[in-house]
């Protein structure tokens, strides 16, 4: 069994979500975990963001499912943090790093998405990123189940109806068990069949290349697609014995059949193996990455002919014998080390009256996500100097989710495609950071300090930028083509000034 599990590898930063392949123990005795690694939407650009919200809207019209539509804004906001991402990258991680387990399971149309949110610790994919490439790709693993993959069961006709289908064009009849011939009579065609097809490949120059000796050739002879063309040859003559000896040998020599075992190369099937050790039975990837020239109905046909064969048992038993080689699990000692993000009231008692307790930077404002103001501890969260925190429920939500309970004004009033933890950073942080006297939150709700009566940004160097007299005579001469309550509104637009220059002086000669 794969396990899921949390990875922390930054006592501030959500945690990684990691699907274990391996346990390894390094040469000094510590253990090592060989991962697969799963992304958040807060780890990849903006613009795969809108490729994957494209998918999914694609995904609801085309199963015509209307659930995320019709959610709340709240419900839709952290759906979006069960959302994951899954690659082909691997990395091993030290195993003590190793915070809990979690549930990652394939999204499909059976399955409601607020079952998510009611599960702690569940998350979903639908969705192969890329980290070198930078690209997004639907998991060709995806459980074939609904409406769209259901057979269309006909109505049972009424006694006495005729069916108006032509049965021909619907089946073909390939085989007649009530036929004249005995068991006796088809087992020996068959063995002239085969005797046929080792004729056959002794006198084909690339076989005799590749099966030496007449053992092999026999062997090969004897594979179901010479017994199935046999049978079909029979069938087809009308199960007459003498008509279907001369079509196993007609005028331009025997029949020799092959299939795809004996089609490809040495080198071929090696390159086959390395690439399912590789992508496992993902065979678009291995067509695409390793064997270009061959379509994907042979290399599916042939994998499973190749599970047939002694290499494939071979190869299995010495899976299972460094499978009980490796170490099966390891004990994680509960992590309870103080995390450096806690922030601590330390308030010193008073002797005689003084001296004056120091004060935690952050202590007094509202939790940035809840914005409840009582909590059994309180972490700091963002950058430093803005001495926003978390409560103990909304820090573990932030840990585990990599976001924030409750969306942010910002996160709805922008488009759907935008990276949710860009809008809850970056947006947020430059909101506050323009608007310090603003009456209201970045969250679109009254600012509540509770003793913390402005914010304790870091002040910044003022400046003043002082134009020249021909520049300010230009803004007067050339107002119809400046448009100064436009490019107000639209801070950054290019102006071009040279034109505008060039325009006063015209102006103010004429």
């Not at 392949?21 to 613009?47: P, Q, W």
């Not at 015509?64 to 804004?73: A, D, G, I, Q, R």
């Not at 091993?92 to 610790?121: F, M, Q």
């Amino acid at each position: 069994t794969k396990y899921y599990v949390y990875f922390e590898n930054s006592s501030s930063n959500p945690l990684l979500i990691r699907r274990i392949e391996e346990l390894n123990k390094t040469a000094n005795g510590n253990v090592e975990a060989k991962v697969v690694c799963f992304y958040r939407r807060r780890d990849i650009s903006g613009t795969l963001i809108a490729l994957a919200d494209k998918h999914a809207r694609e995904m609801e019209e085309e199963m015509e499912n209307t659930e995320m539509s019709e959610l709340p804004e709240k419900q839709k906001h952290q759906l979006r943090h069960r959302e994951l991402f899954l690659s082909r990258q691997l990395e091993s991680l030290p195993a003590t790093h190793i915070r809990g387990k979690c549930c990652v399971t394939l999204l499909n149309e059976t399955e409601a998405l607020t079952s998510y949110l009611e599960r702690e610790d569940a998350f979903f994919y639908s969705l192969v990123y890329d980290p070198q490439q930078k690209t997004l790709l639907a998991d060709k693993g995806e459980i074939r189940v609904g409406n769209k993959y259901q057979a269309d069961v006909t109505d049972l006709l009424q006694e006495g109806t005729e069916d108006g289908r032509d049965l021909s064009k619907m089946e073909e009849k390939v085989w007649d068990p009530t036929s004249s011939l005995t068991e006796k009579h088809i087992d020996q065609f068959l063995v002239v069949a085969r005797s046929v097809g080792t004729f056959a490949r002794a006198l084909d120059c690339s076989s005799s290349v590749r099966q030496p000796s007449l053992h092999m050739s026999a062997a090969a002879a004897s594979r179901d697609i010479t017994l199935f063309h046999a049978m079909d040859t029979l069938h087809a003559a009308g199960y007459d014995m003498t008509r279907a000896l001369a079509s196993l040998v007609p005028q331009g020599g025997p029949v020799l059949c092959r299939d795809e075992m004996e089609e490809w190369s040495a080198s071929e099937a090696n390159l086959f193996e390395e690439a399912l050790e590789k992508y496992g039975k993902d065979f678009t990837d291995i067509q695409q990455d390793f064997l270009p020239w061959k379509s994907l109905t042979s290399i599916i046909e042939y994998y499973y002919m190749w599970k047939t064969t002694d290499r494939y048992v071979q190869q299995k038993r010495l899976k299972a014998a460094e499978a009980e080689s490796k170490l099966k699990q390891v004990y994680i000692p509960n992590y309870n080390k103080p995390n450096p993000n806690q922030l601590v009231n330390s308030v010193k008692p008073l002797v005689n009256g003084a001296g004056a307790p120091p004060q935690t930077p952050g202590l007094g404002r509202a939790c940035e996500s809840c914005y409840t103001s009582s909590s059994i501890q309180w972490y700091s969260w963002g950058p430093p100097n803005m001495q926003c925190r978390l409560c103990a429920s909304c820090w573990t939500y932030w840990k585990k989710y990599g976001g924030l309970k409750m969306p942010t004004r910002l996160e709805n009033e922008a488009s759907d495609h935008l990276n949710p933890l860009e809008t809850c950073h970056s947006r947020v942080r430059s909101w506050i950071n323009l608007s310090p006297l603003s009456p209201q939150s970045p969250h679109g709700l009254p600012l509540r300090h509770s003793g913390s009566p402005k914010f304790a940004a870091k002040t910044r160097q003022a400046f003043y930028l002082q134009t020249s007299a021909v520049t300010r005579a230009a803004r007067r001469l050339c107002q119809d083509l400046i448009r100064p309550r436009y490019l107000a509104r639209h801070p950054y637009l290019p102006v071009n000034s040279a034109a505008v220059k060039a325009e006063s002086e015209d102006r103010d000669m004429t």
